[in-house]
């Protein structure tokens, strides 16, 4: 069965999308059987998953409303090492390196709230819910606490038994040109429209210094700035980072709207004030282009679009995952 159904370039499966998406929810349902996930999944064995897991990022959310972008981050990172399997949550032990303490995973938080979701499901339904499913909800939940899309989730998804610091030198990196991120997303099975559409997460949070230094300081032999970045927004970055600065929390907002969920994203990137390279690279491709021309023109359309393409990474199968961890943080 052919899963690629989120944005494929093969016409009859455009036309079956674009008339699923005007019936609504049967395209998810479609996506979903392809990998044997199901919204109601825990119908029967733990009816109440989705408000406990929905009360535990209100909770988190009320209080800092940085968890939003630090829960997406955390389900992307998951997805993308080893598929989605709940791999990026363990902790190291000894001198066994999780994927946690893997370079591009340092800046991760808000593990707390998949902590807190966990208590509460044990209690509700022992060794029922995976961590995978539990990251999975978080991100859709946080998503709409920060005024974002609603979707229904796949769920059904086991916990994987490995987890390696070095897997994570496969997650794209900020100084990624438009091919490495293609050919990264493809190995996942996701598609140039899957690239633009998700890229969006960027719509929330914060980056360090260190993930756009490569722009403003010594960008080539010939240029201290990449001359692709607005200049005066490179002026800003260049203030907030300066050459040998060490403040360890120093950085920028992903976006001036950090906070919420909307399109401001793609508005920046048309203007030159994406962050990373990685974020203006989505605009030296004709294809990349265009749609993140649409996306900064229609919220709405990048709604649609986001939420397709989420579900699809959101079912990148996990390798070889089999239990439902009873704590998130250790194997059974
Ligand atoms: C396209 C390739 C991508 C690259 C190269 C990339 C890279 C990065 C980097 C370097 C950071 C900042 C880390 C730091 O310095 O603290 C970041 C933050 C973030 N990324 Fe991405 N990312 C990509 C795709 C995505 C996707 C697909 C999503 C979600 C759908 C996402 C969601 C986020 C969020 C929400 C943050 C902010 C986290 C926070 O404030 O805690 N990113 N990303």
């Excluded at 929810?25 to 064995?45: D, K, W």
């Excluded at 030198?169 to 429209?193: C, D, K, V």
Aim: with cysteine; net charge positive; proline share 4%.
């Amino acid at each position: 069965m052919d899963c690629g159904l989120g944005h494929s370039s093969k016409k009859s499966i455009r036309n079956r999308f674009q008339m699923a998406v005007m019936k609504g929810i049967l395209v998810m349902v479609q996506v979903m059987a392809c990998v044997g996930l199901q919204s109601e999944y825990y119908q029967t064995s733990c009816p109440n998953v989705q408000t406990i897991v929905r009360d535990a990022v209100r909770v988190a959310f009320q209080s800092d409303n940085t968890v939003a972008a630090a829960l997406l981050r955390l389900h992307f990172h998951d997805c993308f090492v080893r598929g989605c399997d709940g791999s990026v949550l363990i902790d190291s032990s000894g001198r066994i390196k999780a994927e946690k303490d893997g370079p591009p995973n340092l800046s991760l938080h808000a593990f707390f709230v998949i902590d807190n979701a966990k208590a509460k499901l044990e209690s509700a339904c022992p060794a029922t819910v995976s961590c995978a499913d539990i990251l999975a909800l978080t991100a859709r939940d946080a998503i709409i606490l920060a005024g974002g899309p609603d979707w229904e989730v796949p769920l059904g998804r086991k916990d994987g038994k490995v987890s390696r610091a070095k897997d994570t030198t496969a997650l794209p990196a900020p100084t990624f040109n438009i091919s490495q991120l293609l050919q990264s997303f493809s190995q996942r099975g996701l598609s140039a429209h899957d690239l633009v559409a998700l890229a969006g997460g960027h719509t929330l949070g914060f980056s360090h210094c260190s993930s756009f230094r490569n722009r403003i300081h010594n960008f080539s032999n010939t240029q201290e700035v990449d001359p692709s970045l607005h200049p005066t927004f490179a002026e800003t970055l260049r203030k907030a980072c300066p050459v040998g600065n060490t403040q360890k929390n120093a950085g920028a907002l992903l976006d001036s709207t950090a906070t919420r969920f909307d399109n401001q994203y793609y508005k920046n990137v048309v203007a030159g004030k994406g962050l990373f390279s990685s974020d203006a690279a989505l605009y030296t491709d004709g294809g990349t282009k265009q749609l993140a021309h649409q996306y900064a023109a229609s919220r709405l359309l990048f709604y649609r679009d986001f939420v397709k393409s989420m579900v699809k990474m959101s079912s990148i199968p996990g390798q070889g995952s089999e239990e439902v961890r009873l704590n998130c943080r250790k194997f059974n």
